[in-house]
C-alpha cells in the first residue's frame, strides 16, 4: 500500500525521502525504479544510480575542478535515486562526497535509497560514525521506510528454472529412451 501511495509522488512536492531496506533480491531496486519512473510520468527529474557509481562520479569530478557544478546538478534534480548503498564499501573520501550530496539535498529535493544494510551496519560503509549519524539525521528526517525482507525474488527464479529444465532433460531423455525402443518386441534399438 505504501508503494502505491508513493508512486502518486506527492513525497516529492513535500521533499521527503523514501528508504527501502532488505535483503539481496527482494525488489528494492524495482520499487525505486518504479517510483522514478512514476515521478517522470508526473514531469519530475529523475536521477539514477547506484552508490559506488556515484562516488566514483564525485570522486573524479573533484580531480578535474568540476565538482561544485556536478554538486549542483544533483541538488537541482526532484527524485535522486541512490541504489545498492552498502554493497560496495566506500572509501573516506568518497563518503564524505557522498554525505555532502545528501546534505545538500536535504529538505531541497527527495532521495530514494535502497540498501541491504540496516542502518546500524552503515558505518561500515561510511567508515565513521558521526559521518553515519548525520547523514542519518538528515535522511531519516522526513522518511517512508520500506521494509523488504523475505526470499530473493532472483535466487525463486533461478532455482525454478533449474529445475524446470532438469524435468525438460528429463522428459527429453524419456522420450529418447521410447523413441529407441520397439514397441513390438521392446528390444533397444542403437541409433
Known sequence: MLVLELARSEFILRRENVIALGNSGTGKTHAALALGLAACQKGFTVTFTTAAALVHQLMEARDERRLLKLQRDLQA??????????????????????FEVFSQRYERGSTVVTSNLPFEDWTSVLHSERLTG???????????????NGD????????????????????????????????????????
Open 77 to 98: 534534480v526532484k527524485l535522486l535515486i541512490i541504489d545498492e548503498l552498502g554493497y560496495v564499501p566506500l572509501s573516506p573520501t568518497g563518503a564524505e562526497l557522498l
Open 134 to 148: 548525520a547523514l542519518l539525521d538528515r535522511l531519516t528526517h522526513h522518511v517512508h521506510i520500506l521494509t523488504m
Open 152 to 191: 530473493s525474488y532472483r535466487l525463486k527464479q533461478s532455482s525454478g528454472s533449474r529445475r524446470s529444465s532438469a524435468s525438460d532433460k528429463r522428459a527429453e531423455q524419456n522420450q529418447a529412451t521410447a523413441d529407441a525402443v520397439d514397441p513390438n518386441t521392446g528390444e533397444i534399438s542403437a541409433s
